[in-house]
């Protein structure tokens, strides 16, 4: 019987070598969302006044499904990477809250959990393995910048960049196996979670949300 090959992901020479590669593109990426257009700013800047004149949950992230879709497509747009446009989204009916998954790959995805009162998405979630390629790597560390971007459009350039050095994607000496580290802006919390079971997990929630599935 032939020995079932283990994932791309789990193979420690996928950690050693390519993981790297994507801290470093991860400082160019850093580089290009404290660059930022005007077109991006007045994106940004429409959801800020959403957050601002509507009132929002307790728990959430202060943005509704369609707000946050439009906003991440226009800042992957920007990053040239449009084929991480999330166009098919799978939305499940829940008693309590709904949730929603887009599929880029068959190893990285994204998925959020909405409140069905408000409308209001309660926490994102992005896992990713890559599958042995510099791109797939690239594309995992894209949508976390432009997440962290869209989620906190207020935040200034330098500001940002200070969200992707605290959870240590920006570390050239970092190891990401077993990288686990979170920063909060704005009553938001992004926390990152790395191993070789699963890959990059990468979550946005309210800072007092406890996430679970």
């Known amino acids: 019987m032939q020995k079932k090959k283990k994932p791309i992901f789990k193979r420690w020479w996928f950690w050693i ?13 850093n580089e290009d969302l404290k660059g930022g257009t005007d077109q991006a700013a007045k ?14 949950s307790p728990l959430s992230i202060g943005m509704i499904q ?8 226009s800042k992957v747009k920007e990053l040239d990477s449009n084929n991480l446009r999330i166009e098919n989204l799978k939305v499940k009916k829940g008693t309590e809250n709904d949730t929603f998954q887009h599929s880029f790959t068959k190893t990285f995805f994204i998925e959020g959990t909405v409140h069905k009162k408000t409308g209001e998405i309660r926490d994102l979630m992005l896992v990713g393995s890559g599958d042995g390629t510099l ?7 894209v949508s976390i910048g432009a997440i962290v971007a869209v989620t906190n459009p207020e935040l200034k ?12 994607l920006t570390d050239p000496n970092a190891d990401i196996i077993g990288l686990k580290s979170a920063s909060i802006r704005n009553g938001i919390k992004y926390s990152i979670n790395a191993a070789t079971e699963l890959g990059i ?11 679970s599935k």
């Open 43 to 56: 994106s940004t800047s429409t959801i800020q006044e959403n957050k601002q004149n509507k009132s929002t």
């Open 17 to 29: 070598i390519i993981a790297p590669i994507g801290i470093r593109i991860m400082l160019d990426i």
């Open 135 to 141: 791109t797939s790597v690239a594309d995992i560390f």
């Open 157 to 168: 350039k330098e500001e940002r960049g200070d969200v992707l050095n605290e959870i240590g």
């Open 201 to 211: 997990v990468f979550i946005v929630a309210h800072e007092n949300q406890r996430y």
């Open 66 to 73: 369609d707000e946050f879709v439009k906003a991440f497509n």
